[in-house]
């Protein structure tokens, strides 16, 4: 073997290593992505405690979007596969129809298994006073309807603010405390 056939050689390995390092880095997160188990994350509630006091409006509103931040957020930490609800959407309508889906009595599980999703996450804002209100999530098996995580924020003011500051405390409360894809 001469020095020409071992420098033309050299290339070749570098670019093989970079290629076989680049799977190995690649396929983990992959295969994370892959073993992520679905969740259907239906929309919020409110329970407004003090209706006749001081009546709900900017919340309805802010109920669409803590959801949109919850689905985000969840993907984006890899908590879990978050599924598409349009498929359901006329189940879910008929649900909300009748009853708050947090307080449904199982319709949840219904809708997850028509996405055919792992988990299914309920949750609901209780307007306690207009200053005082708390974000509540629960995730269940759809399959066997468990309860597998409550979780809980209390917020202090009503702003579109505080609520995103409340989900993003609840996600990162469920990263740092490894109660993901459960």
């Not at 390092?21 to 509630?45: G, N, R, V, Y």
């Not at 599980?109 to 999703?117: G, K």
């Not at 098996?141 to 993003?168: C, I, M, P, Q």
């Amino acid at each position: 073997m001469d020095i020409n056939s071992i420098v033309l050689r050299a290339p070749l390995r570098l670019a093989c290593t970079a290629i076989l390092c680049a799977a190995l880095w690649i396929s983990p997160a992959q295969a994370h992505a892959a073993e992520l188990k679905t969740i259907a994350i239906l929309d919020f509630d409110l329970v407004d405690d003090q209706h006749e006091l001081s009546p709900a409006t900017v919340e309805y509103q802010r109920l669409r979007a803590i959801r949109d931040q919850l689905q985000k957020e969840f993907a984006e930490s890899g908590l879990y596969r978050v599924v598409d609800l349009g498929p359901a959407s006329e189940l879910i309508k008929k649900h909300q129809s009748e009853m708050q889906l947090h307080a449904c009595n199982g319709c949840e599980l219904d809708i997850a298994r028509a996405l055919h999703a792992d988990r299914v996450l309920v949750g609901w804002v209780q307007k306690v006073s207009n200053l005082i209100l708390n974000i509540n999530i629960q995730i269940e098996d759809a399959a066997t309807g468990t309860v597998l995580l409550n979780k809980s924020v209390d917020l202090r003011g009503n702003t579109d603010e505080t609520w995103r500051r409340g989900v993003s405390s609840l996600v990162r409360s469920m990263v740092e405390k490894s109660q993901g894809n459960r």
